[in-house]
């Protein structure tokens, strides 16, 4: 069972236009963290979100926390191609010096030209 | 800015054989995270250190060993391997003696059961 349903499971978008990904939980993160990965490759960390309500800019890309520390989203404004990818939300629970990453199944974005 | 290693990037192995993946986190890093991604899935979690000590458990098999060294790497150690093993084997590193739990991955070792 995914402990965060991330959706949508694939997402086919025009260069120019705006997206939103999402990830949902029943249960609370002490953070949530955002992932992109390349096939084969490490999954790189985008953003860490920690305190509930929190709203990260990078960029083009915007990462929000819900206030009660279950959910998040991620929203690209004008995508471009390159910011074709997998995308991976992936909540930490845990205690101090302990926090496994339980991660949602990815959506896989294409952006095209 | 040096990154998480991981080696071998690549391996091949037969059924029933043993495999060592070895992980060196990112320097002054304390803590390690082992998790394995099969095709197609999100990863999931095996086991972390802190300290050199075990901090956490999570799906891993008996047949899994880990232990973090002195020096702070870490190694997976796997025997009697299945065609089930296959898969992305990734380590990440992270400071959590000092408050900031974000985990930083390494590329990845994929391991290959024939």
């Known amino acids: 069972t995914q402990l965060l349903e991330q959706s949508p499971q694939f997402l086919s978008i025009q260069e120019g236009e705006n997206l939103t990904v999402y990830c949902n939980s029943s249960s609370v993160f002490s953070s949530l963290q955002w992932y992109r990965q390349e096939p084969g490759e490490g999954p790189v960390l985008l953003v860490t979100?920690?305190?509930?309500?929190e709203v990260k800019k990078l960029k083009r890309l915007t990462f929000q926390f819900g206030d009660a520390r279950k959910d998040s989203s991620l929203h690209i404004t004008a995508a471009q191609p390159g910011d074709t990818g997998l995308y991976l939300c992936?909540?930490?629970?845990?205690?101090?010096?302990?926090?496994?990453?339980?991660f949602g199944a990815g959506t896989t974005v294409t952006v095209r030209a | 800015a040096a990154g998480v290693i991981q080696s071998p990037r690549h391996l091949i192995k037969e059924k029933r054989e043993t495999a060592t993946l070895k992980c060196y986190p990112i320097p002054r890093h304390d803590t390690v995270y082992w998790y394995q991604q099969g095709p197609g899935q999100d990863p999931q979690f095996l086991i972390s250190?802190?300290?050199?000590?075990?901090?956490d458990k999570g799906s891993i098999p008996d047949r899994f060993s880990a232990q973090q060294f002195s020096d702070y790497h870490s190694e997976l150690n796997m025997s009697s391997l299945e065609l089930g093993d296959s898969a992305l084997y990734f380590c990440?590193?992270?400071?959590?003696?000092?408050?900031?739990?974000?985990?930083?991955f390494g590329p990845g070792t994929r391991l290959t059961v024939t």
């Open positions: 979100v920690v305190t509930g309500g």
């Open positions: 990440a590193s992270s400071l959590e003696g000092q408050g900031d739990y974000e985990q930083y």
């Open positions: 992936a909540g930490a629970t845990g205690g101090s010096n302990d926090y496994k990453l339980s």
């Open positions: 250190f802190y300290e050199k000590m075990q901090s």
